[in-house]
């Protein structure tokens, strides 16, 4: 569709849009060569007694669809006839880059252009706009669709509200707001790599300082980490790596001065960041407030001659697989590790009462560097994760660098939450039954329906080991069973405390062994609908403020399972052997469940097949079901 020209002659005010005539497509079909749209240029320069501009002829000539003006000079009004040309040209890109534009200029460039069907992009950087003028590119932005590149200077007025306008048109959702550290506007790309990069920085400052610095600043590191992505819905904006150093340098500063402020009652340097001022007096205060009140811990435990001691959870020792390539320390309780003594205690990851590293908070940030330093692309999302896991992780005691893993890939990659199989299960072996499984057959089969199989997305959850047994028995049932009561069951059978991340796969066969499943419509949580936090269902103890327990268990009681069965069979193998199995219980639609170890450089693979030299770095325990 073609446009009538306006000339300045016209009595139509600047800025309205004008109606098509036919008289303007007559005309427009006229020009059908260069040298029509050249013989137009010219009238229209001379109707208005201008000068014709040599450097857009030539590029006229040459039949280009991008025209460059970079730092020319157009005269007073000699953008408007070359507007009046490209309204009737298929030109897709217009720089004017450093041109000394008005803003009546930009109000005929809105005029001519409202409705241009080929024209993509517009540079302007480096062009003195005002903000009337700024009104003028919003108001085009936002009726000629076609356009998706406003290139202007970061200062520009409305220069948030126009990126966003094109990029809409673009069909891509924008994210911006201001620095963090200069409050310059800024448009978010995760080409950056600021998170990754910003905390790199961070991490390495903290362990330069040493073991027991690390211990007495990680959740203080977090904390701040999170107040800096809040105050942008939980996006971290920074403009230049200059920025991204300078905010890297305050945190550490802050982390310093708050230590200093609270230790030695010595007057905080602040720094001119109001955010992290405000992080600075938060963390001085509270652990001011932890060592008052261990203080006062201290001094009833001296007047009442007792020594406080933590109630040990019981569940025996955790065997450890020999196929994880960075589990190899584990200390005895008179041993002394690569960093530091170990001491009693109950390991903070798997909960069990054992000998704990002393430098748990200076490997996990070695951890987290080394996984970061392999790729430092780290989503808003994977650090706003990392932060609030570690802030409600509490103190970091991990009883191995197997336990140190398994946080830091939980914190970074939200998978896992699937403990080692501790080495005295007891499940029997399905050989046991008097089931033949000699029979394997060559044709493809399939229990469930595919075409209905409902796949679910752990969302940053540690229920990895729950929802697989539920998906296992929502095939046998025939309806989608809830996983957090047996996510719930699993960790009060097996006495995890609050703070243990996940539980072995057979805690969560356990819950279904003893206790039973129900379907998610009698369940006070559908994570279909909306996802519950995880201290609604962590506690099965606490069940009964927001379900009728006893009403729960009744149903759950008659889906409970007979019995839980290691595979082996007549094959020398574990893929003929399960094939053997699933085709025997076949009609009864029985799953087999499987952990394993999987590496995050696996998801990279072409068509997700795995050459047999394939490695296993990054690696964390999941669970499937076959």
């Known amino acids: 569709m073609m446009f009538c020209p306006i000339s300045v002659n016209d009595n139509t005010t600047v800025g309205e849009v004008p109606p098509c005539s036919s008289a303007a497509s007559t005309v427009n079909n006229q020009l059908q060569s260069v040298d029509d749209f050249e013989g137009f240029y010219r009238s229209e320069c001379a109707q208005m007694g201008i000068n014709v501009n040599n450097s857009f002829l030539k590029q006229l000539q040459s039949g280009k669809l991008v025209f460059n003006f970079d730092n020319g000079y157009l005269g007073e009004r000699g953008i408007i006839p070359i507007l009046m040309t490209l309204q009737r040209l298929p030109v897709a890109g217009l720089s004017l880059r450093g041109c000394k534009l008005s803003t009546e200029d930009i109000a005929q460039m809105q005029l001519k252009l409202y409705h241009h069907t080929t024209l993509q992009k517009i540079d302007l950087r480096d062009v003195q706009i005002s903000v009337s003028a700024a009104r003028r590119l919003s108001s085009l932005a936002a009726t000629n669709t076609c356009l998706t590149e406003i290139l202007l200077n970061e200062d520009t007025p409305k220069y948030l509200s126009i990126q966003r306008q094109c990029s809409s048109n673009a069909n891509i959702s924008l994210v911006a707001s201001r620095c963090l550290v200069c409050g310059r506007a800024v448009i978010y790309s995760p080409d950056q790599r600021l998170e990754g ?10 362990m330069y300082r040493g073991e027991k610095y690390c211990d007495d600043v990680l959740e203080m ?22 920025c991204r150093d300078a905010l890297s340098d305050d945190i550490v500063a802050v982390i310093e001065t708050a230590l200093n402020g609270c230790q030695d009652s010595t007057k905080a340097s602040y720094t001119r960041n109001t955010l992290l001022q405000h992080c600075l007096m938060d963390n001085i205060e509270r652990m001011t407030r932890a060592q008052s009140r261990t203080g006062v811990s201290s001094s009833r435990s001296r007047v009442s001659g007792k020594t406080s001691t933590k109630t040990p959870v019981l569940r025996g020792a955790l065997f450890f697989d020999s196929d994880s390539s960075e589990s190899s320390d584990r200390c005895g309780v008179d041993e002394r590790s690569e960093f530091g ?15 704990c590293l002393t430098d748990g908070a200076y490997r996990f940030l070695n951890q987290i560097y080394k996984d970061v330093a392999l790729d430092s692309y780290l989503r808003p999302s994977a650090l706003l994760h990392l932060s609030r896991v570690v802030i409600k992780h509490g103190p970091i005691r991990p009883c191995s660098q197997e336990c140190v893993e398994h946080l830091a890939r939980f914190c970074l990659y939200s998978y896992g939450g699937v403990h ?9 072996l399905l050989s046991s ?20 199989v409902h796949v679910d997305d752990m969302h940053e959850e540690d229920t990895c080991c729950a929802l697989t047994v539920a998906s296992a028995m929502s095939d ?25 991340l996940g539980m072995e796969l057979r805690h969560a066969c356990d819950a279904a062994l003893l206790v039973g499943c129900v379907p998610v419509c009698v369940s006070p949580f559908d994570r279909r609908k909306e996802r519950p936090r995880r201290d609604l269902y962590l506690s099965w103890e606490k069940w009964s403020s927001v ?56 998801l990279s693979f072409p068509n997700g097949v795995l050459p047999n030299e394939a490695t296993i770095g990054r690696s964390f325990r999941t669970t499937f079901k076959v």
Do not use: H
């Open 197 to 206: 990069q910003i905390l790199l920085s961070i991490t390495k400052a903290l």
């Open 221 to 242: 590191l977090f904390r701040i980490l999170v107040k800096c992505c809040d105050c942008n819905n939980g996006v971290l904006f920074l403009c230049s790596c200059e």
């Open 341 to 355: 003594v170990c001491s009693s205690d109950v390991c903070s990851v798997c909960g069990i009462t054992t000998t």
């Open 420 to 428: 080692p199989r501790n080495g005295r299960t007891g499940v029997k």
């Open 433 to 452: 039954l008097d089931v033949p499984l000699g029979q394997l057959t060559n044709d493809n089969f399939a229990i469930v329906n595919f075409a209905s």
């Open 476 to 500: 046998i049932e025939g309806e989608v069973i809830d996983p957090y009561m047996i996510y719930a069951v699993g960790r009060y059978l097996a006495k995890c405390t609050p703070n243990v």
């Open 547 to 602: 379900a009728d327990v006893e009403s729960l268990i009744r149903i759950a009681f008659s889906r409970r399972r007979q019995g839980l069965y290691a595979i082996d069979g007549p094959y020398n193998n574990t893929f003929d052997n399960t094939r053997a199995v699933l085709w025997t219980f076949r009609k009864l639609r029985r799953a087999v469940l499987v952990v394993m170890l999987f590496s995050v450089e696996w």
